[in-house]
Structures are given as structure tokens and as C-alpha cells.
């Protein structure tokens, strides 16, 4: 039989977050322990960053959009920032990392994805080997995400992912110069 004790601890830990601590605390008329509140404070932040990156991309989605011209729009640059995205939600899914730590990359996959896709459609006709990088992306990218590739390979990738987002940025700042 549990204690109301231990019943309390196990009601207390919602989205990973354990909060019997600080609230045990605070009944006591205490301010919490460092030891209980930088855990807290961590995952809250984990959590708001998650939250606030469901709308990183919204207002350029939006602007393509509503203007149905990606005039000025490097594909290139949205399709590298795709492959490092998932790369990284890759690294940290097979890691098993808490949501809170990573939740945001796969927000920010989805909207670059959905990037590239505006930019398909709005680059109308899009040239047949243009289609061979999303349907090569839709084949391995399952794998990647799966973390059924060589540990060696994985680590390889992961470690590569800054130089993945660099050069994304470079197609881009190319055809702004231009």
C-alpha cells in the first residue's frame, strides 16, 4: 500500500517535469532548493522554446503565401536546412533525449518542409532533376530518423550538421548579392 506521500510524488511529475519538489517546498513555507528548482526552471525553458518554435517559419510560409511568388528564395538553401534539421531530430530521437530538449527541431522540420514545398509549387515548372533531391530525401530520411545507419556514419553526420547550416545560408546570401 502507498503513502498519500508517494501517491502525491507520483501525481506531481507531469510532462517529465517533477514537481513535487518545489511544491513540497512551498508548502513549507520554503523557496525551493537550488537542486529542485535549476531541473524545473530547465525543463519549463525546454518547454517554452518547444512552444515558441511552432511559429518560427509561420510568417515567411505566410508571405509566400499570400504573395504566391518565391521570387528571391533559394531552394537549395530551405533543402539544406531540411537535411540538417533532421539530422539533428535524428541524433536527438536515437539518443532518447526528453522532448523538452529537442521538441523544437522536429517544429522547425516541419515547417522548413513545408518551405520547400511552397517553393516547389510556386516555382512552376519545376525541372525533373530538381524532383530527384525531395524523392532521394523522402528514401533516406526514414532511415536517418530510424537511426538504422552505421553508429560511425551517425556521429559523422551529427558533427556535421553546423557545416550543414552554414552552407545553407550561403545559396541564399548568393542569389540576395545577385
Not at 48 to 74: H, R, Y
Not at 112 to 141: E, K
Request: hydrophobic share 50%.
Amino acid at each position: 500500500k502507498k503513502s498519500r506521500k508517494q501517491l502525491e510524488e507520483k501525481t506531481m511529475d507531469y510532462l517529465g517535469i517533477d514537481l513535487s519538489c518545489a511544491i513540497g517546498s512551498l508548502r513549507n513555507g520554503e523557496f525551493p532548493a537550488k537542486d529542485c528548482l535549476l531541473p524545473l526552471i530547465s525543463k519549463l525553458l525546454g518547454y517554452f522554446l518547444v512552444a515558441a518554435s511552432m511559429t518560427v517559419k509561420l510568417p515567411q510560409i505566410m508571405k509566400i503565401v499570400d504573395n504566391k511568388s518565391v521570387k528571391g528564395l533559394s531552394v537549395v538553401a530551405f533543402e539544406l536546412e531540411v537535411i540538417g534539421y533532421t539530422i539533428s531530430l535524428a541524433y536527438c530521437l536515437n539518443k532518447d533525449l526528453p522532448f523538452s530538449a529537442f521538441g523544437e527541431l522536429a517544429f522547425l522540420l516541419i515547417q522548413a518542409l513545408i518551405l520547400v514545398a511552397c517553393i516547389y509549387y510556386y516555382s512552376q515548372p519545376v525541372p525533373v532533376t530538381t524532383w530527384i533531391r525531395p524523392l532521394l530525401y523522402c528514401a533516406v530520411a526514414p532511415t536517418v530518423l530510424a537511426g538504422q545507419i552505421n553508429p560511425t556514419l551517425f556521429e559523422a553526420l551529427y558533427a556535421s550538421q553546423h557545416a550543414i547550416f552554414l552552407f545553407a545560408r550561403l545559396p541564399q546570401i548568393w542569389k540576395n548579392f545577385k
